[in-house]
C-alpha cells in the first residue's frame, strides 16, 4: 500500500525514471522503466536486484556483450500475421539486426551462462526461437538492408539484363551528347542528368526542333529543355520494363519470406521481450556503476541499516560541480524503529529523510542502491509518506488540514510492515496545540510497530522519544563555533535548532534576545543550552578521537617497522656469526695442520738446523696469509722519512693512517692532536713524515673537499632530534653525531628520542653501547625530558 497518489513524483523518483531511459539504447527498455512499481515480494525483488548486480558485473568485467539493436518488433510482427501480407527489405534488415543481436545474447551466455544465473534463467524467453530464420533472411537480405541479386535466379538475370542495357544506353546518351555539343545545340558546362527516371540531355530552347526526341522537362528560365533521344528512348524504355520486373520478382521473394517468418511470430514476441528486459537492466547497472551502488543484504527481520547512504539525484549534482557529497549512516531496528530527527534548520534533516525514503523505494522496485555493500534491509508492505506542502484549493484545505489527513490515513492503516516518513511533523498550526496533536499521533504510530523517520523541531516530541521504547531521537550535528550545519546524522541523541546562537550571530540585539528567553524560559534555555554544549563537546571529542586514532596508526606502523628492523638484525647477526665460525674453524684447521706438517717434518730432519730455520720461515709466512687484515687509509702523496720524533714533528699512526703533530715526548709515549682531538699514543705506534708534505697535502684536501674545522665547529649542534625518524634513519644518524662530536672534541652530548613506547629510546641506546668513543649515557633530568632524552658523555 502506497500514500499519497503521488509519491512517486514527491520522492524525486520519477527523476530516477528520466535517468534510467536515457540509459536505454530503445524504446523497449523505455517502456519497462514505465513499468517499474514497488513491491514487497522478497523473492521478486532478490531476483531483479540479482539481474541488475550481475549485468554491472559483466560492464566491470569488460567482457563483449550486445550493446545495439534492441528494437521493437512487435510492429513489424502484426503486418506479417496477415495471410498473403509481406514485409519490405527495411523491415526484414531490422529484424535481422535484432536476431543477430539475440544470437550474440545466446552466445555470450552459452559460454558464462553459470556466472550469472539470474540472468541466464531469462533464456526461457527465446527458448523456442529458431535461428535458422536468421540464416534465411541473411541469404536474401544484405549488410545494407538491401536484397542480395542471388536472391533468385529469376532476380540474378534480371538485374545482369538491367546492367546490360544501362551500359548500352549510357554508350548511346555519351555519343549523341558528344554529336549535340559539336553542332552547339548545348548549353556550355552541361551534362547529361536524370529526369523522370530517365537519362536526358541538356538543349538549348531555340535548338529543341533540331534533336529528336521526347522533351521530359524544362528549366526554371525557360531557356534550357531536357530531351530523351529517339535513339534511347526504346532502351529506356525496355530498362523501364526491366525495373519493373525486378520489382514483381522483389515482392514475390519478400512474399515467400514472410510466409517463412510467420510461423516464428509467438516466438519473435517473446524474443522481444527478453531484449527489451534485457535492455532495461543493462540500462540499470549502466545507472549503477555512475552511482557506485550496489545490492544491499535482503532480510526478513525487519531492520533498516544504510551505511554510507547517499541520495543519487544530489551526488550527480554535486560531482558535476567538482563535489563530493557526505555520507549517511542509519539503522532502524528492535527498539529503535522510529527516529525523531531535530536539528537547526537547513542542518540536513530533510536530506536525510528523502535520501532514506529514496533509497528504500528504489530498492523495493529492484535498483541497486548507492550505499556500502554491508548495508542491509527488509521489504515493507506499506509505503507512506508526508513531505512538503499539501495545501489543496479545490477541497479547501489548508496545509495542516492536509497534513492531518494524511496523519489519519497513517494511524488506520499502519503496521508492523509499514514504513513512514513525516517531514516537519506537527508544524502549520499553533505550535501548543500542534505539538500536542503530533505527540499524540507519534505515540500512536509507535504502538503500531511501524518503522520510519521524522523530522520535527518541537522539543515535547524529543522528550517523547527519549522516554518511550521503540523512539529513538537523531541530531543533525552542526558546528557550534561557525554556526554552519555538519549535514551528519548522530542517532541517540535529540539536537538543538540554535534559533538564539543563529540569531546572535546575524546581529540581533541583546535585549531582543534577552526578552526571547525569558518568554521561553529559564528550564527550556538550560535544555537548549545544554544540548549546544553537548554538541560543542562532541566535535571537540571527535577532532581529538581522530588525532588519537592517526597517532595510533602511526605507532602501530612504527612498531612494525622496529620489530621488521630487530628480526632483520637477528637474522644478520646470527648469519654473520655462523659464517665468522665457519671461516674459523676453517682457519684453524688449516692452522693445526700446518703447524703438524711443520712438526713432522722437523722430526725427519733430524732437527738440522737449516732445514729447522727454512721450515719456521714458512710456518710465519703462512702466519701472515691468515693474520686479519687492517684497514689502513693512508694519506696520498704522504712520505715516510724516519729518524728520532721530536715536539712538533708530523707523524702517521701505522695502524690507521691517521695524521697527528707530537704535542710532547713521554718516555715511551706521546701525546698528540689529530685534527682538534688529542690523544695518548705508542712510540711503536707512529712513523715520522715529511712536514712540508703533510702541509701541500692538507691544502690540497682543503681545497677539493672545503673542510673547515672551525666552519664544522660553529655549525655543530650537541642536540640530536629523532623523534618521527624510523628505525633505519636512526642507526645513520647517531653515528654521524657521535663520531662529529668525538672529532671536534665536545664532551657532552644530548640525544632526543621521546618516550612513547620506548622503541626509538630502545634503539638508540643499543646502539650506543657498542660505541667505542661514548664513555657513559643517562636519563636527562625529569624537568627536561627525563627518559625521553639520553645525556651522552665522550671520552
Not at 500542534?434 to 520535527?456: D, P
Request: charged residues 30%.
Amino acid at each position: 500500500m502506497l500514500y499519497p497518489s503521488n509519491l512517486e513524483q514527491k520522492i524525486n523518483f520519477q527523476k530516477i525514471k528520466e535517468l534510467l531511459k536515457e540509459e536505454c539504447s530503445s524504446s523497449l527498455g523505455a517502456q519497462f522503466v514505465d513499468k517499474v512499481a514497488f513491491s514487497s515480494d522478497i523473492k521478486l525483488v532478490t531476483k531483479l536486484l540479482d539481474q541488475t548486480q550481475e549485468f554491472l558485473d559483466i560492464l566491470i568485467s569488460g567482457e563483449s556483450f550486445p550493446a545495439s539493436n534492441f528494437t521493437n518488433l512487435n510492429p513489424y510482427l502484426e503486418k506479417a500475421k496477415l495471410e498473403g501480407a509481406f514485409l519490405d527489405q527495411e523491415e526484414f534488415h531490422e529484424i535481422k539486426l535484432s536476431l543477430q543481436t539475440l544470437k550474440g545474447c545466446l552466445t555470450f551466455f552459452s559460454k558464462f551462462g553459470e556466472e550469472y544465473p539470474a540472468l541466464s534463467q531469462l533464456l526461457g524467453l527465446v527458448m523456442d526461437l529458431d535461428l535458422g530464420l536468421l540464416k534465411a533472411i541473411e541469404l536474401i537480405i544484405d549488410e545494407k538492408g538491401l536484397m542480395r541479386s542471388n536472391a533468385s535466379r529469376e532476380l540474378q538475370l534480371i538485374r545482369n539484363q538491367i546492367i546490360f542495357e544501362e551500359g548500352r544506353l549510357r554508350k548511346v546518351m555519351d555519343r549523341i551528347f558528344k554529336e549535340a555539343r559539336a553542332k552547339g545545340l548545348t548549353p556550355e558546362d552541361s551534362a547529361i542528368t536524370i529526369r523522370s527516371g530517365r537519362m536526358v540531355i541538356p538543349v538549348a530552347a531555340e535548338n529543341k526542333r533540331k534533336l529528336r526526341g521526347f522533351i521530359h522537362d524544362e528549366s526554371a528560365t525557360g531557356q534550357t529543355v531536357f530531351m530523351e533521344p529517339e535513339e534511347a528512348l526504346d532502351i529506356n524504355n525496355e530498362i523501364r520494363d526491366l525495373e519493373y520486373m525486378e520489382r514483381r520478382e522483389i515482392i514475390k521473394i519478400l512474399t515467400q519470406l514472410t510466409d517463412r517468418l510467420r510461423p516464428a511470430i509467438p516466438a519473435l514476441r517473446k524474443a522481444t521481450n527478453f531484449l527489451g528486459l534485457i535492455d532495461f537492466i543493462r540500462a540499470k547497472a549502466k545507472f549503477a556503476q555512475k552511482i557506485d551502488a550496489v545490492k544491499p543484504e535482503i532480510v526478513k527481520e525487519r531492520v533498516l541499516a544504510f551505511n554510507k547512504a547517499r541520495h543519487p539525484l544530489l551526488q550527480l549534482a554535486l560531482k558535476s560541480q567538482g563535489k563530493s557529497i557526505i555520507p549517511l549512516d542509519i539503522e532502524l531496528k528492535g527498539h529503535n524503529r522510529l527516529l525523531v530527527i531535530s536539528g537547526p534548520n537547513a542542518g540536513g534533516k530533510s536530506v536525510t529523510l528523502k535520501t532514506v525514503a529514496l533509497l528504500q523505494y528504489m530498492l523495493q522496485c529492484g535498483i541497486l542502491i548507492p550505499v556500502h555493500a554491508d548495508s542491509k534491509s527488509s521489504l515493507f508492505d506499506n509505503f507512506f509518506i508526508d513531505i512538503g506542502d499539501e495545501q489543496n484549493l479545490e477541497n479547501d484545505l489548508s496545509t495542516y488540514s492536509s497534513h492531518l489527513m494524511s496523519m489519519k490515513y497513517f494511524t488506520q492503516f499502519a503496521n508492523k510492515k509499514t514504513i513512514l516518513f513525516i517531514d516537519e511533523f506537527g508544524t502549520g498550526t499553533e505550535p501548543q496545540f500542534g505539538g500536542a496533536i503530533a505527540e499524540s499521533i507519534l505515540l500512536s504510530l509507535n504502538k503500531a510497530g511501524a518503522f520510519g523517520v521524522v523530522t520535527t523541531h518541537y522539543g515535547n516530541l524529543k522528550q517523547v522519544a527519549n522516554k518511550n521504547q521503540g523512539l529513538v531521537n537523531g541530531a543533525m550535528r552542526y558546528d557550534v563555533n561557525k554556526l554552519e550545519p555538519m549535514y551528519q546524522l548522530e542517532i541517540g541523541k535529540p539536537g538543538s535548532s540554535f534559533a538564539l546562537e543563529i540569531a546572535s550571530k546575524i546581529g540581533i540585539s541583546k535585549e531582543i534576545l534577552a526578552y526571547a528567553k525569558s518568554q521561553i524560559g529559564d528550564e527550556r534555555v538550560r535544555y537548549d543550552r545544554l544540548l549546544t554544549q553537548l554538541e560543542n563537546e562532541k566535535n571537540q571529542y571527535s577532532g581529538l578521537l581522530t588525532e588519537v586514532q592517526s597517532k595510533e596508526r602511526l605507532l602501530k606502523t612504527r612498531l612494525k617497522e622496529y620489530n621488521e628492523l630487530k628480526e632483520t638484525l637477528e637474522l644478520t647477526k646470527k648469519k654473520y656469526i655462523q659464517e665468522a665460525k665457519q671461516e674459523a674453524k676453517r682457519l684453524l684447521d688449516e692452522t693445526n695442520k700446518k703447524i703438524e706438517s711443520t712438526i713432522r717434518e722437523i722430526k725427519e730432519g733430524n732437527a738440522e738446523k737449516e732445514a729447522t730455520k727454512q721450515i719456521r720461515k714458512e710456518l710465519e709466512t703462512f702466519k701472515e696469509k691468515v693474520k686479519p687484515e687492517k684497514q689502513v687509509v693512508k694519506e696520498p702523496g704522504i712520505k715516510v722519512i724516519g729518524g728520532k720524533i721530536e715536539e712538533g714533528d708530523w707523524i702517521r699512526l701505522k695502524d690507521n693512517g691517521a695524521i697527528g703533530q707530537v704535542l710532547q715526548l713521554r718516555n715511551k709515549e706521546l701525546d698528540i692532536s689529530i685534527g682538534e682531538l688529542k690523544s695518548t699514543v705508542k712510540l711503536s705506534r707512529v712513523e715520522k713524515i715529511s712536514q712540508t708534505q703533510v702541509k701541500k697535502e692538507k691544502k690540497a684536501m682543503s681545497s677539493t673537499f672545503g673542510f673547515n674545522s672551525n666552519q664544522k665547529m660553529m655549525d655543530f649542534s650537541p642536540n640530536l632530534d629523532l623523534r618521527g625518524k624510523r628505525g633505519e634513519e636512526v642507526f645513520s644518524l647517531v653515528q654521524n653525531f657521535i663520531d662529529e662530536g668525538y672529532m671536534l672534541g665536545v664532551k657532552d652530548l644530548r640525544i632526543v628520542h621521546g618516550k612513547g613506547d620506548g622503541i626509538l629510546r630502545d634503539i638508540t641506546r643499543n646502539l650506543l653501547r657498542t660505541m667505542q668513543p661514548v664513555k657513559k649515557m643517562e636519563d636527562e633530568h625529569a624537568d627536561r625530558g627525563g627518559a625521553g632524552v639520553t645525556l651522552v658523555t665522550l671520552k
